[in-house]
């Protein structure tokens, strides 16, 4: 079950980084706005994020697309994204490769 629970939490993570905001050429999961992903044992998959901005015009094109890619990792049943502000995001938080990329670094 565990080695199963790492796939799956693996898979997940890898979809997270298909998913991109539109003004920015990398993903969300590098640009570190996934805050947390709870997987339960009936693999329910709660999922807190956050934005660049609170007033991003691409929101909910975001959330939906996390919410729909992440449903279709096999065996995941349902998804609960969850969007908050606490703490606020900053570019310290991005992955170094994301830093690189817009060049940060």
Known sequence: MNNEFLQTEEAIVAMLKTVYDPEIPVNVYDLGLIYKVDIDEEKNVRID????????????????????????????????????????????????????ELGFL
Do not use: H, Q, S, Y
């Open 49 to 100: 994020m956050t934005l660049t901005a609170p007033n991003c015009p691409a929101a909910d094109f975001i959330l939906e697309d996390v919410r729909m890619k992440v449903e279709a990792v096999d065996g995941v049943n349902n998804v609960e994204v969850n969007l908050v502000f606490e703490p606020e995001w900053d570019k310290d938080m991005m992955t170094e490769e994301a830093k690189l």
